[in-house]
């Protein structure tokens, strides 16, 4: 079945490590994006690609990183540079201009 | 920049109708989008509007205004599986989208 998976499902960091959360879509869309949600919030879009090996920041980018090298992959990692990581991070997907569809997200814990 | 304005809650009962408002501001408006999530869950997409009029899909139809910038989202016959929060999401022409903060919906019996 196509869909967007995001791995892992929990997540726990330690102070100054950086952490990769992955996300993967087989649904042959070209956008990609990445979210972050805290409890009873709204989603804040932090990175977000259209094309392969392109890719443009968000709203709330600092701390974080990502590439795009294959159009099926867009890895976030959360730096040690972001000193509030505790969230969900939802990754989305979409055909150019189309709505997102979106993976069953990572909770990002700190320990 | 984007912005969007919806109300934080909204109560009804079993089997009425409710309706959900979307105010927006953005440079270069391309489609207003409406999405569900239930606590814990992911956001699943339900309505998308690039023209004003009304879409209907099932028990949900969501309505757009571009010259008002504003938008709603409608659920008829609730049920309590309807119990979730409600997002309207803005997209502009350079492919980047804004979420509301979301409203969350209690169906009481």
């Known amino acids: 079945d196509g869909g967007i998976t995001q791995s892992p499902k929990y997540l726990f960091r330690k102070e100054g490590q950086n952490v990769t959360l992955s996300c993967e879509q087989n649904l042959n869309h070209d956008a990609m994006y990445w979210y972050r949600q805290d409890p009873g919030q709204g989603l804040r879009l932090i990175y977000y690609?259209?094309?392969?090996?392109?890719?443009q920041k968000g709203d709330i980018a600092e701390g974080y990183s990502v590439s795009r090298e294959k159009k099926e992959s867009f890895p976030l990692t959360v730096t040690s540079a972001q000193k509030n990581p505790t969230a969900f991070y939802l990754c989305a997907s979409s055909r150019p201009n189309q709505p997102q569809h979106f993976g069953d997200g990572t909770r990002l814990s700190i320990l | 920049g984007q912005s969007l304005e919806q109300p934080s809650e909204v109560t009804a009962v079993e089997g009425a109708i409710v309706q959900i408002n979307c105010t927006y501001q953005t440079s270069g408006f391309y489609g207003l989008s409406w999405y569900q999530q239930h606590d814990g869950g992911a956001p699943t997409f339900l309505s998308y509007n690039a023209l004003d009029g009304l879409e209907e899909t099932g028990r949900f139809s969501s309505f757009l205004s571009r010259s008002d910038s504003y938008g709603y989202l409608l659920l008829q016959e609730l049920q309590m599986k309807d119990s979730a929060s409600y997002f309207c999401?803005?997209?502009?022409?350079?492919?980047?989208?804004?979420f509301g903060d979301g409203t969350t919906l209690t169906v009481k019996p």
């Open positions: 999401a803005v997209r502009d022409n350079a492919g980047k989208s804004t």
């Open positions: 690609s259209q094309i392969v090996n392109d890719f």
